[in-house]
């Protein structure tokens, strides 16, 4: 068996139907939702994702997963640095919470994927919130095992819980959690290894893959999988003999011809993980 190529529609723009046929003219057959149609996908209405499935279902494609932006919030008092959260809000009432964990769930149904990806509250200091110990994770634990969906962290680094050791620490103490491996991530916190991916591996359930080169400025310049400076030609044949069989979601954040980026990435990841991917 194969690992699978995802993509994200969004990349393209929030027109779904653009990325999906770049998606079918690459042989990808599995897709990642974040946002369409100028929101996030928790916010469209039922109706909206109704038409993001059926254009999917029309194209033979399926949905791997729901990235959505569970826990990537801090309560309202706190005040968040600038957080890419594509269309959600980051300050979010404790009393709200619980009905965005139901509407993630009910979304990825309709959608037809049993992945929701979830953050582990945002960094804002002493306010910073505990992911390990919130109630809601275990309600929302029950509530995704019941509806026969896996919830999957991601390890972000503006949020907790993003570094092995914390990582895994939350993935022992409740086994109904995966991990959503962002390995262009673990590289910019400094675990970038082999050693980090091969204790990390056997949590692994999907992986985002985007590459990128360091600015001047010290930011991140974004480029197409394999190209910068994330060590993949190292990290994934090692995940991969752990993890044969993974969804390998290609995330490039390339803004300038990000059509150029998703194809070189995709054939990247075909040529690089040991068997290739479908």
Known sequence: MQGITVLNPDELGQDPAVGMDLA??????????????????????????????QLADERGLRVAALASPLWKWCRPEAKPGKV?????????????????????LAVADILGTDRVRVFSHLSVGEQSE????????????????????????????????????????????????????????????????????DALAPYVEYV???????????????????????????????LHRVRPVLPYALETHVRESPGDALTRGAAFLRGTIPGGLA
């Not at 369409?36 to 996908?41: H, V």
């Not at 819980?161 to 959690?177: I, Q």
Request: aromatic share 8%; net charge negative; charged share 25%.
């Open 24 to 53: 079918l003219a690459l042989g990808v057959g599995h897709l990642e939702i974040r946002t369409a149609y100028g929101s996030n996908a928790l916010v469209l209405d039922d109706a909206q994702l109704r038409e993001v499935r």
């Open 84 to 104: 890419d959260s594509f269309g959600f809000p980051t300050q979010v009432p404790a009393e709200d919470r619980e009905r965005w964990v139901d509407r993630a």
């Open 208 to 238: 985002h893959i985007k590459d990128y080169v360091p600015r001047d400025d010290g930011m991140k310049q974004f480029v197409a999988p394999g190209a910068g400076d994330v060590p993949y030609a190292e990290l994934l044949p090692v």
């Open 130 to 197: 505990d992911f390990r110990n919130d109630p809601l994770l275990t309600y929302a634990l029950k509530a995704a095992e019941r509806a026969g969906t896996r919830l999957l962290l991601e390890n972000e680094p503006v949020c907790t819980v993003a570094e092995p050791a914390p990582l895994l620490d939350a993935l022992r103490e409740n086994t109904g959690l995966g991990l959503w491996l962002d390995l262009g991530n673990l590289y910019e916190v400094g675990h970038g290894t082999a050693e980090a991916v």
